[in-house]
């Protein structure tokens, strides 16, 4: 009598084009179970038969992660096809206007705060039962380098970004998060990743890596074993300061 392996299944937010689309793409290809979130369902449904068009499966979920009904509901529906998850990817974000800090209003941070942060803890919370179910739970928080003190501050990289509030604050609150929710969770692997500079809608397409290389870091500490590190900032290099 022969065993059918059960397949490692992943949750990709924000997964309908960007990071989070070649992420699945990625996941998809290396035999995963992939649950591709978004907002809009009908970006979500083409991007989910674009990838069919190229012989690889994903399952939509539609999900605003800056609803609470919104995602009670994504959860029910997971729980009904699965019964744990392995891999949660909370990619979804948004971007901000390269607004002086002066005359930034406390509202357009809020925004961004809303999505970036709040909806980052919404998703995690809603999805930690069935994360919980899992042998070897893995959360993958997707940051930025502007969120990193240390490079914003560091005189070789002044002046290569304008400085701003809402976009680098939310990353820098989503890098406190992980290591939060690392220390109080031992049992998750639960870690923040800086894509780089790569070639999104963020970025106006001017990154200079391409989403494959943009999600190196992505896949690599989603695939890292029970053993392997947890609470920590990594780029498709290694670790990156915070």
């Known amino acids: 009598m022969t065993t059918t392996a059960i397949a490692t299944t992943v949750l990709v937010t924000g997964a309908n084009k960007g990071l989070g689309r070649e992420a699945v793409r990625r996941f998809a290809t290396m035999g995963r179970r992939v649950f591709l979130a978004a907002r809009d369902t009908a970006r979500g449904t083409a991007a989910v038969r674009e990838l069919a068009a190229e012989g690889l499966e994903a399952e939509f979920v539609p999900m605003d992660i800056t609803s609470d009904e919104s995602v009670q509901e994504a959860v029910e529906l997971v729980s009904s096809r699965t019964r744990h998850l392995d891999v949660l990817v909370n990619n979804a974000g948004v971007g901000a206007p390269a607004t002086p800090p002066a005359e930034t209003p406390a509202a357009e941070v809020g925004v961004v705060f809303e999505t970036n942060v709040l909806g980052t803890i919404r998703v995690t919370n809603a999805f930690l039962p ?3 179910a899992g042998e070897n ?3 993958v928080m997707v940051s930025s380098g502007m969120g990193s003190i240390a490079t914003m501050t560091d005189p070789a990289t002044a002046g290569l970004v304008p400085p701003t509030l809402g976009y680098p604050a939310s990353k820098a609150a989503l890098n406190m998060i992980t290591s939060q929710y690392a220390l109080a969770l031992p049992h998750i692997r639960i870690n923040a990743v800086d894509p780089g500079y790569t070639a999104t809608d963020l970025t106006d397409h001017t990154g200079f ?8 870091a992505i896949v690599e500490l989603a695939e890292i074993e029970p053993t392997g ?6 780029d498709r290099n290694g670790r990156t300061p915070w």
Do not use: K, S, Y
């Open 209 to 216: 890596q391409t989403v494959t290389e943009g999600t190196d």
């Open 229 to 234: 590190p947890t609470g920590g900032f990594f």
């Open 130 to 132: 069935l994360l919980q």
């Open 137 to 139: 739970p893995r959360i």
